[in-house]
């Protein structure tokens, strides 16, 4: 098929909500087919907000980061060009470029989250039913409870033992490794459950992963296991001190994340989508994270790649953006740059400029009520731009400027980014947040921009691969400008 070269780029894509596969310019599809299959690499192994931490840090310091605080503790001053990265809690990261300007001029920041829907283990969670060993849980995020039970799930964590050591987890991802399921009903025995609605019929406590069956054998030397109650408990708890030295007690300070077992895939005949588990926020954070590590060695303004963690859940704490998080690591930066002030901090803030890079809605056939018609956004149309989120007469939104929004379309549109406008669907049906109105609050201008999604929450998400794409060619379009 012989490839177009696009005069007008993203403005012409947008008002008629095209597909943008045949205005892709010479040479593109390779690069976007490959950072693809880069990003499903990335997907299928970063399967919690610690993981995609540490992959991003990987990357930044093969890339020659340095860490920000080691910076300032060496007295090392930054010039343009210099790369450096500010990491917390070993869950959220910042990767940051001093531009040729003053940084009280403000920076360019692409902003994302790496936390995802799932099942959190409770902080006691292991007991017996009958003869089945369960792991309580209490879902992270928003969820629609239905979609969990009877698919492979695997186990992803921390635990830190009584001295402080800690033990990762990691089971159900390699093909040797067994895998977890949440059981259901049978259809023979469900003539009551078959009334009930979607958000009944799974209640968050029936939520429960199965561990275990087989019970400790009642040797005659094995006076413990003779007198257990709950012999399946035991013998797990055996296995796991045997395995990872740990005692049930341990679990009490542990985060263990339940999440769907297997990788990241091509979707479709054509292979034009990709399915995945926590593209919400992965494929933004991904995007933004490798937008940064291309970008031009010495940019005018400062560039920042922010990945946080407990957007989920209301981005409260301390890895969440309702923190000082931000702020601290701007702080440091001058520190570094040789130039703090308190004043000037403000500045920087308020003269930054944002993309608050996170997943957008797509319009499903399927579901044509809740969409509405000429605002919705469709798949491989292009990266989303939402003006404003928040539900029932904008509330609770960050709503950008039509200033700002002027800029960035232009910016778009200069870079032959596809894009295209959306709205979080039908007015007063429903609606979402990000933390574009958190980074509001310090007066910079922000816009929600991403990648939009089928099914967005459900254990398997869908993404259109020239959306995946073009997140990444916009952030770095966007990280790249001058305002
Ligand atoms: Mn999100
Ligand atoms: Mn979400």
Redesign the pocket.
């Known amino acids: 098929m012989a490839v177009k070269k696009v005069k007008s780029g993203g403005a012409e894509l947008f008002w008629r909500r095209e597909q943008g596969w045949d205005k892709l310019a010479r040479g593109e599809e390779k690069k976007l087919e490959r950072y693809c299959a880069e990003y499903i690499g990335f997907l299928s192994s970063a399967k919690t907000e610690r993981l995609v931490h540490d992959h991003l840090l990987e990357l930044a310091l093969k890339a020659g980061f340095r860490d920000l605080e080691q910076v300032n503790a060496e007295g090392v001053k930054l010039k343009p060009g210099d790369q450096v990265y500010r990491s917390y809690g070993g869950k959220t990261i910042m990767l940051m470029r001093v531009g040729k300007k003053p940084l009280s001029e403000g920076l360019n920041l692409v902003g994302?989250?790496s936390d995802c829907p799932r099942l959190d283990a409770k902080p006691n969670p292991l007991y017996q039913d009958d003869d089945l060993l369960l792991l309580d849980t209490h879902y992270y995020g928003g969820i629609r409870k239905y979609q969990w039970v009877t698919i492979p799930l695997a186990i992803y964590g921390v635990i830190i033992k009584k001295n402080g050591e800690k033990v990762q987890v990691a089971i159900g991802d390699q093909p040797q490794d067994p895998v977890f399921v949440i059981t259901d009903l049978l259809p023979h025995l469900e003539m009551e459950g078959e009334k009930k609605t979607l958000a009944s019929g799974i209640p968050g406590e029936a939520l429960n992963v199965l561990l275990g069956s087989r019970a400790a054998e009642d040797k005659e030397d094995d006076k413990e296991a003779k007198e257990a109650k709950d012999k399946v408990k035991l013998r797990v708890l055996r296995l796991l001190q045997e395995r990872y030295g740990i005692e049930e007690e341990d679990l009490f300070s542990s985060e263990l994340e339940i999440v769907p077992a297997g990788p990241a895939r091509e979707l479709g005949l054509d292979r034009s989508m990709i399915l995945g588990y926590g593209h919400?926020?992965r494929v933004?954070a991904y995007a933004g994270a490798r937008a940064l590590l291309d970008s031009e060695a010495v940019p005018q303004r400062s560039q920042v790649a922010l990945v946080c963690d407990k957007?989920?859940i209301g981005s409260y704490g301390a890895t969440g953006m309702d923190s000082s998080f931000l702020e601290n690591t701007v702080a440091e930066l001058f520190e570094a740059c040789g130039a703090y002030c308190g004043l000037n901090l403000r500045r920087a803030l308020e003269r930054s400029k944002m993309l608050s890079a996170?997943?957008a809605s797509l319009h499903d056939p399927g579901f044509p009520s809740v969409s509405s018609p000429n605002n919705m956004s469709r798949i491989n149309c292009g990266l989303a731009l939402t003006k404003y989120t928040g539900s029932r007469g904008k509330s609770g939104a960050s709503d950008a400027s039509a200033e700002f929004v002027a800029q960035v379309r232009k910016i778009f549109n200069d870079k032959q980014v596809h894009w295209q406008s959306c709205e979080l669907g039908k007015v007063d049906v429903g609606g979402g947040g990000?933390i574009a109105h958190l980074m509001a609050r310090h007066g910079m201008d922000v816009i929600d921009c991403?990648v939009g999604l089928l099914s967005m929450h459900a254990p398997w998400e869908v993404a259109g691969k020239l959306d995946t794409y073009m997140a990444y060619k916009g952030y770095k379009a966007f990280l790249e400008s001058d305002f």
């Open positions: 994302a989250h919400d926020d933004c957007e989920e996170d997943v990000t991403g």
